[in-house]
Structure formats: structure tokens, C-alpha cells
């Protein structure tokens, strides 16, 4: 188990590295540059002013030097320009350059400035991802529970009328995007046009103050799209358990039904939806993008969106550290969950 | 003229739909008729709910065709009429004149374009992309998956590591990456374009010369035009001018995908790729474990052939599966692009952006944002089912 973690782990660690560096290279293309030159300095700017701006300010350099800087494994650069000004990546307001640090990276926990909200990216990354998480644990309370007692039902009694009606949902939640249910539910609860209006067609206020009417929508969008993938394979799962020799034995022996259901069954018939939910964590985040962009609910998603819309370079970047991170960590803690959960499979 | 009632629309669309109705029954006619020869295809017809997923994708092809032939749509998808900005369904089109469909059936947007004919436009251009994109996908997935799972080892490791990096990403984010006008301007995209539509032709190349490679009288003819016929194709398709990439002069050019379209289909196939890898990959694992492949290496047959031959005919009812709800990803993909504005021109009928721009005065007005969210809700279904009868049935065997 040690050795298998620490291979996993360090699999990660390259993959972190890997992605980290594409996404380094994507945005740090020369247009993106040109872009961001002409937004931070001057709309007008002549070709050489760009060139002038980005040698300056060191992104006119070779882009493995630049990663390693931002990662902060190689020491920041620093410029003195002919009039003796000093541009250095290290230096904050009111240091000089001696006292600043040579190494300034992720890696130290500087991950650089927003050009668009103008503050620390750090900052802004974990207030975003705090709003997120509230959201997504509201998300996991409702769709997890939910989309487990619809596979239960459905697969306790393979090909009954029940589990034909629940499949089908299962099957019509799965082939809902978000953007489709959120705005189906907006239409039919929200709108003013039909005349519901139970709940609120935005999640803005639901930063500071989330209650019943304006947190409900969103969650229940997410929520509606990942229950019916987990119910479906929750479904699987049981019909294949109550399949089993031992449940059949349980019955001859005159069990009753809920008795075997609940105590022979379902302990077995978990173990796959657990992984299936774990690695729901990657949909779960497109999901969020998409109904905070919707709902106008300013956590992760939409903060990606911003940065990616706006070309805010390093914001992005750590939006996309932040959710690889997310996704590569889910998909360990499955791969665990599944070996602890079923002592049939064994990792050598 | 007196705006329609519910009552009256109704009857109006689907007598609007016409064309498609009479195709579907024809189809279903044809189909039911001979589904006892027919292989699995017939087959399909004995289960109520791969026929009811059948019946929902054929409407939204046929729709899509018939709309792009102009026979359903009632006006120009992109014309503007003056006074019918955001009017609710069934508005008389003031100042009509003759030879005008006199209504807005459903409508009209916040731009006075009637939402009946974009959605309608719509299906085109999801029915055109997405099962090529999907196909692409496919190739790209089973022309590296096969020798990944077939051969294993460091090849194996290396294709697998590529494609969890893929899957690692966030697709949303990816999206974003690849589609934003500054990296098509490096030609980022044009160049993944070249390496991914190259797929199909190392697959064609590669099976049809494991199968005939001993007898070159038959091989080398049927190589040389299939793959000049293939490659010429490629070239054209990868070949634009507005882009890096200006191999073929223009009179060879066949024909042009238009720039946003091109990096679009080119992100979803690289998305898509990586889990049909996986999948390829782990049936290849499973299947040459079986005595007909160890018949066949005994014979001595190439690599290639018992992969392309051998495995991958016996793999087909799980892939054939995944490809239909692979379509269906794959459009609620298309239709994420177009929510984030991404790639589409922003005028463009697709259902992704009509409900991004519909969202917007959602709580006001309904009618922009529904039609579309409904029919991608529908196709995306209809595949869903047919990919589940299809699953049914093939299990029966």
C-alpha cells in the first residue's frame, strides 16, 4: 500500500507539473502578451513599446526560464533599465531590491496579481473557493442521498414497473446539461412570466446570505445532472448484487425483502458508486462553472470564466492549479476508498 | 391580424414539421418491414425503448437536414423583422408581405429573429458536427488505444499518462484555452487539426494492408486510391486560408470549414479522444486474452491484423454503444462552447448560443431560451435510449 501511494502520488506530482506547464505555455503565447501589454500599458502602444513592455517586465524571455521562475524553482529576474529604474518579479511595494526574495513562486505562495479584480491572487482564489465549496457541499448533501435510494429502488427489483419509471428519470436527468435544466428551472420557478416564483432566478445574494429561496436553484441544477449517472450505476451495482448466490440463500432462508435489501445487500452493492461519485468531482466542477455563470453566483467557476475571459494571466493560471489539483486529489482518494472498501482488490 | 392561440400554434408547427413526419414513417415503414435481416439494427426495433430514442435522434436529423434544404423553417434564421423584438409566440410579422410566413410561431428574440427557424437551423449544425466530431474521436481513440492494450508496456504507459493529463483538465477550462481568438491566431488549433484529422487515414492505411498485404496485386491499388482519395480530402479540410496551415492551392481546395467551426470540432475531438482511448484500451486488454487471438498469433498473423481484425470486430457492441451516448456528450459539449460564446460566430443558430443569449431576459421572456433548451434536452435523450436499447439488445445474444 506504501509503495502503491507513493507511485500514485508521484504520478501526480508529474501530472500536476505537466498540465501546470501547458497551461503556462497557452497563456503565456505571444498574442496573449501582445493583449496584455496593450491592456496594462497603453491601447495604443507601437509595436516596439509592446516589445519595450514585455522585455521589461520579463516575459520576453525563453518560456521554460519564465515557468521555472513562476513555479519558483529559479530565482525571479531582474531588470534595471537605463534610467536606473528597477523592474524585478520579486518586488513588492515598499521593498527595495536587496530586501526582496530571490525566489518568488507558487511554490513560496506568491501566485502573482490579478489584472482584472486587482488584488492578490491568493486572495481572491480562496474567498472564491470558500463560496465554491458551500455550494458544492449543499450539492454532495442533495445528490448523493438522493441519487442512491433512486438506484436502490430501481435495482432491488430488476425490470419491475419501478424500476422502468426510475431509470427513466435517472436516464433524462443524465441527458440534461445544466444550462438546460437551469434554465427549464428558471423558467418554471423563477420566471415572472409564468408566475411560480418560488425561488429566485439569481444566487448573487446567496454569497453572503444563502437560504432556501435563492441557494435552492443552483444546487438542485447541479445536482439533477451527476444524481442520474451515480443512480444509474447505483442501479447496476444492486441488480448485479441481488443477483448473488448469497442474497438467493438469504431468501430461501426466509428473509424478508427490506431485511435483505438493507442488511445484505447494500453494503456490497456501494462500493462502485463510491468511486463513481468520487471521480464526479471533474463534472461536478464544469457543472459549477456553468450554473455560477448562470446564476450569477461569483464563486470558482465564475472566476474562471473572468480570468479566462479577460486574459488575466496569472489568475487563470491558478484557477487551473487549483482545479487539476481538485480533480487529480478526487481521483486518488477513489482509488484508496476503493481498495479500503472492497478486500477483494489488492494493489501490489 | 389577431396573434394565435396555443391551440393554433401547435397544429401550425407540426404541420410545419411535415416533411420530417413522412420521412420517419417511411424509415419506420422500411425498417420494421425488413428487421429481421437487418442484424442488430433490426433489433432495435423489438425493444419500446430503443425505438422511442431512434425515433427522437431520426427527428432531429431529418429536422436538420430538411432545415438546412429550407423546407421547415418558416424565415431566414439570421433576417431581423422590425417590431417583432422579444414578441411572444404566434405574432403576426407586421408588414408581411406575400409570399411571407405570416406568423412568428414561436416568437421572437431579443434580436427580432424568429426562434422557430434558428432552432431549426440549429439542428443542422449540431447533426452535422457532432457525430463527426465523435467519429474522429473514435479513430483517434481506437488507432491508439489498440496497440496500447495489445502490446502494453512502455508504449502503453506513455499513451495512458497522455491521455489522464487530458482528462485531468478540466474541459470548461480547456475550452477556454483553445478556443479564445488569440491562440487561433498562433494556429494552435490548425496544427492540432492536421495531427488529429491524420488519424483516419493511418487507420484506413493500416487496415486495409494488414488485410491484403499478401497479395500486393490487390493492396497496392486499393492503398494508393483510398489513401490518395483520403489524403486529398485531409488537405482540403486542414488546409484554410486564413490560417497557417496553406498546403493545397486553392483550386484543390474542395471546400473550406469556416474558421470557428474547424476550432470547435477540433476541441471536441480532443476532449472526446481520451476517454474512447481508455475505453478502446480496456476491451483490447479483456479480449486478447482469448483463444481466437491466440489462434490467430499461432497462425502468425501480424499485430495489426489481430488487433484491427481480430479484437476490434469483437469489441464493437460496447463501442458501438458508447458511440451513440459519445453523440450525445458530445452535443451537450457543443452546446457548453456555445454558452460561453465560444468558437460560434456570436449570430450563429446554434442551440448553445441561442440559450445564452435567451438566458439573459430569462425571467421576462421564456420563449427565446426554452425552444432550444428543449430540443438539445430531446436528441441528447432520444441518444441516450437508443444507446440503452442498443445495450438491451445486444446483451440478448
Known amino acids: 500500500m506504501g509503495i502503491f501511494l507513493l507511485r500514485r502520488l508521484g504520478v501526480m506530482l508529474l501530472t500536476t507539473l505537466c498540465l501546470t506547464f501547458v497551461v503556462f505555455w497557452l497563456t503565456n503565447l505571444q498574442p496573449n502578451l501582445e493583449k496584455l501589454a496593450k491592456t496594462q500599458g497603453n491601447m495604443r502602444m507601437t509595436d516596439t513599446q509592446v516589445a519595450s513592455w514585455l522585455e521589461e517586465r520579463g516575459y520576453a524571455r525563453p518560456i521554460l526560464i519564465k515557468y521555472g521562475e513562476w513555479l519558483g524553482v529559479l530565482p525571479g529576474y531582474v531588470n534595471v533599465s537605463t534610467d536606473g529604474s528597477v523592474q524585478a518579479r520579486c518586488l513588492d511595494d515598499g521593498m527595495t531590491i536587496e530586501t526582496a526574495p530571490r525566489y518568488c513562486g507558487v511554490l513560496q505562495g506568491e501566485w502573482g496579481y490579478s489584472t482584472v479584480f486587482r488584488e492578490d491572487v491568493s486572495d481572491i482564489i480562496s474567498i472564491r473557493l470558500g463560496l465554491t465549496a458551500k455550494l458544492m457541499l449543499w450539492v454532495m448533501i442533495l445528490m448523493v442521498p438522493s441519487a442512491l435510494l433512486l438506484g436502490v429502488l430501481a435495482g432491488m427489483r430488476e425490470g419491475s414497473r419501478t424500476d422502468r419509471a426510475l431509470s427513466t428519470i435517472s436516464i433524462t436527468t443524465t441527458a440534461t446539461p445544466e444550462y438546460v435544466s437551469g434554465v427549464i428551472l428558471i423558467a418554471v420557478f423563477a420566471s415572472s412570466a409564468v408566475g411560480l416564483k418560488w425561488f429566485k432566478g439569481t444566487a448573487t445574494s446567496a454569497m453572503e446570505d444563502a437560504n432556501f429561496e435563492n441557494f435552492f436553484l443552483p444546487i438542485l441544477t447541479i445536482a439533477l445532472f451527476g444524481m442520474g449517472y451515480i443512480a444509474r450505476m447505483t442501479r447496476a451495482s444492486m441488480a448485479e448484487v441481488m443477483t448473488a448466490q448469497y442474497i438467493r440463500t438469504a431468501r430461501l432462508k426466509g428473509v424478508s425483502f427490506p431485511n435483505i435489501v438493507m442488511k445484505h445487500a447494500l453494503r456490497n452493492a456501494l462500493i462502485a458508486p463510491f468511486t463513481v461519485i468520487m471521480l464526479q468531482f471533474p463534472w461536478l466542477l464544469n457543472g459549477v462553472v456553468i450554473v455560477e455563470t448562470l446564476f450569477n453566483y461569483k464563486g470558482f467557476g465564475w472566476t474562471l470564466v473572468q480570468a479566462a475571459g479577460n486574459n488575466d494571466i496569472e489568475l487563470l493560471l491558478g484557477v487551473s492549479v487549483v482545479s487539476v489539483i481538485v480533480v487529480l486529489v478526487t481521483q486518488l482518494i477513489s482509488d484508496i476508498g476503493y481498495v479500503y472498501l472492497n478486500p477483494r482488490i489488492s494493489v501490489s | ?397
Open chain 2, 1 to 397: 391580424m389577431e396573434p394565435l392561440t396555443s391551440a393554433e400554434i401547435i397544429p401550425r408547427i407540426l404541420w410545419q414539421f411535415l416533411p420530417v413526419w413522412i420521412a420517419l414513417l417511411g424509415l419506420f415503414a422500411l425498417s420494421i418491414t425488413f428487421k429481421r435481416r437487418s442484424g442488430l439494427y433490426g433489433k432495435l426495433f423489438d425493444s419500446t425503448i430503443g425505438m422511442i430514442g431512434f425515433a427522437l435522434v431520426m427527428f432531429w436529423v431529418f429536422t436538420g437536414i430538411f432545415g438546412a434544404m429550407d423546407l421547415i423553417v418558416t424565415h431566414d434564421a439570421l433576417a431581423q423583422a422590425s417590431g417583432m423584438k422579444n414578441k411572444v409566440p404566434g405574432t403576426p410579422l407586421r408588414g408581411a408581405e406575400a409570399g411571407d410566413y405570416p406568423y412568428y410561431l414561436l416568437g421572437g428574440d431579443n434580436l427580432a429573429r424568429d426562434v422557430f427557424s434558428r432552432t431549426i437551423k440549429g439542428a443542422w449544425i449540431v447533426v452535422q458536427i457532432a457525430p463527426f466530431a465523435t467519429l474522429f474521436a473514435f479513430m483517434v481513440g481506437i488507432t491508439l488505444g489498440l496497440p496500447a492494450g495489445y502490446y502494453g508496456g512502455k508504449l502503453d504507459t506513455l499513451l495512458t499518462f497522455v491521455a489522464n493529463l487530458v482528462l485531468a483538465f478540466p474541459v470548461i477550462l480547456l475550452f477556454y484555452l483553445l478556443v479564445t481568438p488569440e491562440i487561433v491566431a498562433t494556429g494552435i488549433p490548425s496544427y492540432m487539426a492536421a495531427v488529429l484529422f491524420v488519424f483516419p487515414l493511418i487507420f484506413a492505411g493500416v487496415l486495409l494492408n494488414s488485410r491484403y498485404h499478401t497479395r500486393p496485386s490487390v493492396r497496392t491499388p486499393l492503398l494508393i486510391g483510398v489513401l490518395a482519395l483520403m489524403g486529398w480530402l485531409y488537405l482540403s479540410l486542414v488546409s484554410d486560408a486564413g490560417t497557417p496551415l496553406k498546403v493545397l492551392p486553392g483550386w484543390l481546395d474542395l471546400f473550406d470549414v469556416p474558421g470557428g467551426i474547424l476550432v470547435v470540432f477540433v476541441a471536441v475531438v480532443f476532449v472526446n479522444a481520451p476517454t474512447v482511448f481508455r475505453i478502446v484500451r480496456g476491451l483490447t486488454l479483456d479480449i486478447k486474452t482469448r483463444d481466437y487471438v491466440a489462434a490467430a498469433q499461432t497462425r502468425g498473423e501480424g499485430g495489426w491484423y489481430i488487433m484491427l481484425w481480430e479484437i476490434l470486430p469483437n469489441a464493437r457492441g460496447p463501442l458501438i454503444v458508447d458511440f451513440c451516448l459519445r453523440i450525445g456528450y458530445t452535443t451537450i459539449l457543443l452546446g457548453t462552447l456555445g454558452f460561453f460564446g465560444l468558437g460560434m460566430p456570436p449570430e450563429s443558430p446554434d442551440w448553445g448560443s441561442t440559450i445564452n443569449e435567451g438566458r439573459k431576459l430569462l425571467t421576462i421572456y421564456l420563449h427565446p431560451a426554452l425552444p432550444p433548451a428543449l430540443a438539445l434536452l430531446s436528441l441528447v435523450l432520444g441518444l441516450n435510449l437508443l444507446a440503452d436499447g442498443l445495450r438491451e439488445e445486444s446483451l440478448r445474444d
